[in-house]
């Protein structure tokens, strides 16, 4: 995941996509890291910018903002999408079609409970994820 919609309707692995995908990382952690920078200069709050890579199947859309709010939901994997630009149409490869289900740290004690799991979580694949290769500084 994502991959390609085969004649029969079956996954297919697509070299080139992912290639693709790989470079519109790149492309975004440049643009990301650039503008933390400047806000970081210019507002007196520090911001980073990180990013990592997991080879694992991507069932969770999950989004972590200061630790204090989490949006969640599932990919829906039956979901597809054509990329006109390669004319050729993929399994969801964005989870646009994924339910976010909003979690605050100044909701409930579940909710509480929610958020305080998801960051252990990401803590937890954060260690055991790569950095990509695009981010790896050279040794001094």
């Not at 260690?127 to 981010?135: I, T």
Request: hydrophobic share 35%; net charge positive.
């Amino acid at each position: 995941m994502p991959s390609r919609v085969g004649a029969d309707g079956t996954p297919e692995d697509d070299a080139d996509f992912r290639r693709r995908m790989g470079e519109r990382c790149r492309e975004y952690d440049s643009i990301l890291s650039e503008l933390s920078e400047q806000f970081t200069a210019n507002s007196g709050v520090t911001v980073e910018c990180e990013n990592r890579l997991h080879p694992g199947v991507p069932r969770d859309k999950i989004c972590v903002f200061g630790r204090q709010r989490v949006l969640h939901g599932l990919y829906d994997l039956s979901a597809r999408m054509r990329l006109q630009h390669m004319g050729l149409e993929f399994h969801d490869p964005k989870g646009f079609k994924a339910d976010l289900d909003v979690r605050s740290r100044e909701g409930t004690a579940a909710a509480e409970v929610a958020v305080s799991t998801w960051n252990k979580h990401f803590d937890d694949l954060r260690a055991l994820a790569k950095v990509p290769p695009w981010r790896r500084r050279p040794p001094r």
